[in-house]
């Protein structure tokens, strides 16, 4: 398989490497538009919040994507150029002839709303203490969603802001009704407009949580990538 092969509309996921082909920023998510004679393909900028990434020219991307029967692919492309079509930002880019597996498949990210309950995991300790005649005091779950969701942590968005490197417990319903129970430490929060409010994007990387609650995921994650990539090609034809 080469890039070539790749289905038009296949979601993407887009990381800028540097010169020691470490990611730098975080991952984006793009689209494929577009297969040009010369080699090069059209995908669609990567937007954080409601702003374009800037993307310069000559510089190595890794887009990864999934493939309904071999799994979570990857390979690497040089940008050429950017432009627009019509309204849509576009990246011009040479891919390399390589295809090869992505071994890391709980990095996969995708982007979906679920329901969600977060709370401070250092409530589990004030449960302890007022068990031993403390007077603690228990927090009350905060209902949320999530923005994205991956095997090794989750976007969510919440009302409430939570400094950066806390720890809470979180409580993901996926849409087949699994339920998911975690831990994790928040490492960014930025202040957003959603759903016509203020609210908080937490940025959580899970740090406790059961190896057949991520296989679960995981395995979650793949069919919903698998429906939407049968819907694209459903739309292609």
């Keep these: 398989m080469t890039p070539q092969d790749i289905v038009v509309g296949t979601r993407l996921e887009l990381e800028i490497l540097g010169d020691d082909g470490e990611r730098i920023g975080n991952v984006y998510v793009s689209q494929l538009l577009e ?19 800037y993307v310069p020219d000559g510089i190595t991307i890794r887009l990864t994507f999934v493939d309904p029967v071999q799994g979570v692919l990857g390979f690497r492309a040089v940008v050429d150029s950017r432009e627009y ?24 990210r995708l982007e979906i709303v679920l329901d969600a309950v977060i709370m401070p ?17 228990k927090s ?3 209902k949320a969603y999530t923005r994205n969701i991956s095997g090794s942590g989750v976007c969510i968005i919440s009302e409430k802001d939570f400094p950066k490197n806390t ?26 407009e959603a759903r016509k409010s203020r609210c908080y994007e937490l940025g959580i ?17 793949f069919q919903q990538q698998r429906l939407i990539l049968k819907k694209d090609r459903e739309r292609e034809q």
């Design 35 to 53: 297969h040009q004679d010369d080699g090069t393909i059209v995908i669609s900028a990567p937007i954080s919040g409601s702003r374009l990434v």
């Design 85 to 108: 079509r019509g309204k849509v930002a576009v990246i011009i880019a040479q891919p390399g002839s390589e295809i090869t597996k992505v071994q890391r498949r709980h990095h996969f």
């Design 121 to 137: 995991a250092d409530d589990d300790a004030a449960v302890k203490n007022d068990s031993d005649g403390g007077a603690a005091k």
């Design 140 to 142: 009350t779950p905060l």
């Design 167 to 192: 720890l809470l417990r979180i409580g993901l319903e996926l849409s087949d009704g699994t339920q998911i129970s975690t831990k994790g430490i928040v490492v960014r929060c930025r202040e957003i």
């Design 205 to 221: 990387k899970f740090t406790d949580i059961a190896e057949k609650d991520q296989d679960r995921l995981i395995r979650y994650i």
